[in-house]
Nanobody, 117 residues
Framework: QVQLVESGGGLVLPGGSLRLSCAAS????????MGWYRQTPGKERELVAT???????TYADSVKGRFAISTDTAKNTVYLQMNSLKPEDTAVYYC???????????WGRGTQVTVSS
């Protein structure tokens, strides 16, 4: 069974930084892309950043220049470096993995990020 486990969330002051990690475990092969999404109460889950197996990245306009997504393929782990955090970045951040086969999708359970003074 494939599992995605996020870590690294927490409470940070505005202007601060956090690094989220998401480790994939279980039996699988052929990752198409991995990414981070976020959700706040009453709103739909939104894309933050994605990275393909070839290294192509995509970012939401709201995080460009502040966030950076990367992977460690040997560890099946995706990271999100978040800098210059703003209160509006407060959300539950979810990891997503999409496979090559049938674009089967897996989600993590999420990690809370709170940006507040």
């Amino acid at each position: 069974q494939v599992q995605l486990v996020e870590s690294g969330g927490g409470l940070v002051l505005p202007g601060g930084s956090l690094r989220l990690s998401c480790a994939a475990s279980g039996r699988f092969f052929g990752i198409h892309n991995m990414g981070w999404y976020r959700q706040t109460p009453g709103k739909e889950r939104e894309l933050v950043a994605t990275i393909t197996s070839g290294g192509t990245t995509t970012y939401a306009d709201s995080v460009k220049g502040r966030f950076a997504i990367s992977t460690d393929t040997a560890k099946n782990t995706v990271y999100l470096q978040m800098n210059s955090l703003k209160p509006e970045d407060t959300a539950v951040y979810y990891c997503k993995m999409v496979m090559d086969i049938y674009f089967i999708t897996y989600w993590g359970r999420g990690t809370q990020v709170t940006v507040s003074s």
